[in-house]
């Protein structure tokens, strides 16, 4: 069974080069990131989240209540996990913060996904 490594010059928690999960195994440091990625992604108000972040491309923070229906403090910490798993960036503006995916992370996820 092929296992897949990253290329030596690659930074260490790239995951390998755009080759499809079902491709080949996956080595134990990609199993892991990947794994962090899809538990961010396990939650229905975080898909919800980056679904309507990607479809605008950038919304505020304040914004996201609504189409949600939950609290601020509740839509803070679906934004920080999304965050901590690359999908998502913000930016500081007064109060609020704005945003966006990021759209290497989403690339590199597609591309593992065979998609």
Same mark, same amino acid.
């Given at each position: ?7 030596? !010059?690659?930074?260490? !928690? $790239? /995951? ?9 195994? /996956?080595? $134990?440091?990609?199993?892991?990131? /990947? ?6 992604? +396990? ?5 919800? /989240? ?15 209540? #609504?189409?949600?229906?939950? +609290?601020?403090?509740?839509? +803070? ?6 965050? =901590?798993?690359?999908?998502?960036? #913000? $930016? ?11 759209? =290497?992370?989403? =690339? ?8």
């Amino acid at each position: 069974m092929a296992t897949r490594t990253a290329p030596p !010059d690659a930074p260490s !928690d $790239e /995951l390998a080069c755009c080759a499809a999960i079902t491709d080949a195994a /996956l080595s $134990e440091h990609e199993a892991t990131e /990947l794994g962090g990625i899809f538990a961010a992604l +396990s939650d229905p108000v975080r898909l919800r /989240l980056l679904s309507i972040v990607a479809a605008e491309g950038e919304v505020c923070s304040c914004n996201l209540e #609504g189409p949600l229906a939950k +609290s601020q403090p509740t839509i +803070s910490h679906h934004t920080r996990v999304l965050a =901590e798993a690359g999908l998502l960036q #913000g $930016e500081k503006r007064g109060r609020w913060t704005w945003w966006r995916v990021v759209p =290497e992370q989403m =690339e590199r996820l597609r591309a593992l996904l065979g998609g």
